[in-house]
């Protein structure tokens, strides 16, 4: 979603002390389908990639219309911490609009819905350049995936289309954004279906003062996300932990009083205004009328997580906040929460997820960003340098620092000697999660025993062996097995520890759930034995029926069974 960090805001800009009058936002109502470009619009055509995967997120992919949202509060977030931190250098841009926020409204009667944030907006030529003449390599990865079956729901988002998933929701969509160096405003739009987009200068001026305005034009069967509730709860279900403040216009239908306008009549004499004792006042009930007012709910007002004591922190906090920036619909497996203080201060949430990510499932390459997101006092520096080596790349989480100075380039704080010594302190806390996971005692099911009537245990004598659990560590290691492995041929000084976490399948434990470490081997090795014995197959099957193992059965020598591609060569190193 990196190449669209600026397209996921949208809002029309509203004085703070008018906040009760309705804003104009000039969408017509007009249905969305046909749509005439305004004159002077000009007409791009979609690149052919760009075309194919719009229509399979549209035709076959989600079932789950609510990513939509998801992602475009995530690439307004981005925008936001790209203006932030490119503000430090140019505050004149920050100075045009100092608020960093973003605003969701809704509109039944017109039937839109507007996503707006006060990040860094875009030009023309970004308009035309980011949202659809440039099949980007991710949209191409995109569309190869979706070509070979792989349509989960956690597709999306991974490569950077995420603003595409608008099209799940809405026939038409309209991108209005101002950047500082540009003078004009400008609007992007499209309908569903269409092979082409239009842009052209916004009629309304600069509305925006700065940033992005994502105007959806729903489809019948999404008016659901017209709703407050809906809204609020998808908000802060996907992004309750984001920085910038996420605001909720909502709106409340109240009865009251009709104001009598000032009569400008003479006042009634005295004699007028006596009332004879018989006649009774008649209470006239006021006039009623009904009003709406408008207002701003903030959604997000969570400390950022990190920031906050573990002892403060239930798992579930734990858990969301995983959800929140790894975009995964899964749990984390562990996860390690520290401070590290010394010469160089800094506080981490590391996260083993549980699942592979996308890039290790489907052999996709490095994504940009590896996971970890650096911070410095809260202000986000990079999400695309290596704070961890390649081989622990899967892992996600956050690091912040006081230690490095706000205004440093990205060149710098790679080659910074603070960030080494950050590197070199996180790969030992991501070893020390793992190898306490491996070491994870689980408590075994209690089960029910029958008692006769002295008391005494009825012995069951059908045969009902169940089979034992799979340690969470071996569940794990299946998928992430391989990475480490490569840590052995790449991170020589963290070698032997990453060797005590290796697992294989031998000769005398080859069944499902067995799994030998390097040091149980060698604890049951002969005295005589002075080597380790493995055999390289692509099967198991395939080394049980050799005929090379008969030797080393008839001994009983263990052998190690090496079924991974990496395996060999890394005992060969």
């Known amino acids: 979603m990196h190449c669209f960090v600026c397209i996921a805001t949208i809002d029309f800009a509203v004085a703070e002390d008018k906040i009760d009058e309705p804003i104009d936002t000039g969408i017509s109502d007009e249905p969305p389908a046909p749509y005439t470009p305004p004159e002077g619009a000009e007409d791009f055509a979609f690149e052919a990639e760009v075309s194919r995967m719009l229509d399979i997120v549209v035709n076959s992919l989600y079932q789950n219309k609510d990513v939509f949202l998801r992602e475009l509060i995530s690439n307004a977030s981005d925008a936001l911490d790209k203006i932030r931190?490119?503000?430090?250098?140019?505050?004149?841009?920050?100075?045009?609009?100092?608020?960093?926020?973003?605003?969701?409204?809704?509109?039944?009667?017109?039937?839109?819905?507007?996503?707006?944030?006060?990040?860094?907006?875009?030009?023309?030529?970004?308009?035309?350049?980011?949202?659809?003449?440039?099949?980007?390599?991710?949209?191409?990865?995109?569309?190869?995936?979706?070509?070979?079956?792989?349509?989960?729901?956690?597709?999306?988002?991974?490569?950077?289309?995420?603003f595409y998933s608008s099209f799940l929701v809405a026939d038409r969509v309209r991108v209005a954004s101002k950047h500082p160096d540009e003078e004009s405003q400008n609007v992007w739009e499209s309908s569903n279906g269409e092979s082409s987009f239009h842009i052209y200068q916004d009629p309304r001026g600069d509305t925006l003062g700065r940033g992005t305005e994502i105007t959806l034009f729903m489809k019948p069967d999404a008016r659901e996300y017209l709703s407050a509730s809906r809204l609020r709860d998808l908000a802060t279900h996907y992004s309750e932990f984001v920085t910038h403040p996420i605001s909720l216009r909502t709106t409340e239908t109240?009865?009251?009083?009709?104001?009598?306008?000032?009569?400008d009549e003479e006042p009634p004499s005295e004699e007028e205004l006596e009332v004879g004792e018989e006649e009774d006042a008649e209470e006239m009930e006021p006039e009623m009328e009904e009003i709406t007012t408008y207002s701003w709910e903030r959604l997000n007002t969570n400390v950022p997580i990190w920031t906050r004591s573990k002892e403060d922190i239930e798992d579930e906090e734990y858990q969301q906040f995983y959800k929140a920036i790894s975009k995964d619909y899964s749990d984390a497996t562990a996860w390690t929460h520290f401070d590290a203080e010394g010469n160089i201060n800094f506080k981490s949430l590391l996260y083993l997820p549980s699942e592979l990510p996308e890039y290790l499932r489907y052999n996709l390459g490095p994504p940009e960003d590896n996971g970890l997101n650096l911070y410095v006092r809260k202000v986000l520096i990079s999400d695309t340098f290596e704070l961890l080596p390649r081989y622990l790349g899967f892992m996600k989480g956050v690091v912040d620092s006081d230690d490095l100075p706000l205004n440093v380039n990205r060149e710098n704080v790679q080659e910074s000697k603070i960030i080494k010594i950050i590197q070199k302190k996180l790969v030992r806390k991501a070893i020390e999660m793992i190898r306490k996971l491996s070491q994870v005692v689980e408590e075994e099911e209690e089960k029910e025993v029958e008692l006769d009537e002295e008391g005494n245990i009825i012995e069951d004598n059908e045969l009902d062996v169940e089979e034992p659990k799979e340690h969470v560590y071996i569940s794990w290691y299946k998928k992430f097995g391989t990475s480490l492995k490569m840590?052995?041929?790449?991170?020589?000084?963290?070698r032997p520890k990453l060797l005590k976490l290796l697992r294989f399948k031998t000769s005398t434990h080859h069944k499902e759930s067995d799994f030998v470490s390097l040091q149980e081997y060698v604890d049951r090795m002969a005295e005589w034995q002075t080597d380790i014995y493995y055999f390289a197959g692509d099967k198991i099957e395939d080394a049980e029926a050799n005929h090379f193992m008969d030797k080393f059965k008839s001994k009983g020598v263990e052998v190690l069974y090496l079924t991974d591609p990496v395996d060999e060569y890394m005992f060969s190193k």
């Open 487 to 494: 840590g052995c041929l790449d991170d020589e000084p963290n």
């Open 254 to 263: 109240k009865m009251v009083p009709v104001e009598e306008e000032p009569d």
């Open 85 to 162: 931190f490119l503000g430090i250098e140019k505050p004149d841009w920050l100075n045009v609009k100092p608020e960093l926020e973003v605003k969701i409204e809704y509109d039944e009667e017109n039937n839109t819905l507007t996503v707006t944030d006060s990040g860094l907006g875009m030009t023309h030529d970004d308009l035309v350049k980011n949202l659809g003449t440039v099949a980007r390599s991710g949209t191409t990865k995109f569309v190869e995936a979706m070509k070979e079956g792989q349509n989960d729901l956690n597709m999306i988002g991974k490569f950077g289309v995420g």
